[in-house]
């Protein structure tokens, strides 16, 4: 399945984005999962993206427009705490101008040998915009950043139909079933 079905399978491709491209360098986590004091790589949390709009298209699929946010935080262990963060925000800022999660490479795969990669044909998402780092106290002595965009995400494969009405039949309760209406294929 190589394009977005919800907003759980927009956010393991990013993960996976973040994660594949970014390696050994970071540890990519979602926002619920604790901070953990061994690790000594910058940690870079996903939250939850809020849906700022919701469409739904003509080719029958929803449409929403996120605000994502990534949250990189410093390794505690790390000499240079700072560095290291702003070191992985351009990275990451870098990584995100124009992407569409659409390179096997940079995506990675499934446990079971699928690509993450979308297929361009299904016209999932639109570039990020408006993408912004700003700076975050953490601590006296530690500095996060929080990465800030938006992103179009279309769910849904346009070329599949949502459901066929075969046909429609009514009884009346002392009668016969009648066909009010059967679909009849075409051979064009």
């Avoid at 499934?110 to 979308?118: C, F, I, Q």
């Avoid at 915009?129 to 849904?156: C, H, W």
Wanted: hydrophobic share 35%; charged share 20%; net charge negative.
């Amino acid at each position: 399945m190589n394009y977005i079905t919800g907003l759980d399978n927009y956010l393991e491709r990013l993960s996976a984005l973040l994660t594949t491209t970014l390696g050994q360098s970071v540890k990519v986590q979602y926002s619920e999962t604790p901070d953990s004091q061994q690790v000594n790589k910058p940690i870079v949390s996903l939250p939850l993206p809020s849906i700022e709009q919701c469409n739904y298209l003509a080719d029958d699929r929803y449409q929403h427009l996120l605000k994502v946010t990534v949250l990189i935080k410093p390794a505690m262990n790390n000499a240079n705490p700072t560095l290291a963060v702003a070191n992985v925000a351009h990275k990451i800022i870098t990584l995100l101008t124009g992407q569409l999660f659409l390179d096997p490479a940079q995506m990675g795969n499934k446990d079971n040998g699928e690509t993450m990669a979308l297929d361009a044909d299904f016209d999932c998402l639109d570039e990020p915009q408006e993408i912004q780092a700003n700076p975050l106290d953490l601590s006296a002595e530690n500095m996060a950043y929080a990465i800030r965009f938006t992103q179009k995400v279309r769910y849904g494969n346009p070329q599949q139909e949502t459901f066929w009405i075969k046909s429609l039949n009514i009884k009346e309760s002392k009668g016969d079933e009648k066909v009010i209406y059967e679909f009849e294929p075409s051979n064009t």
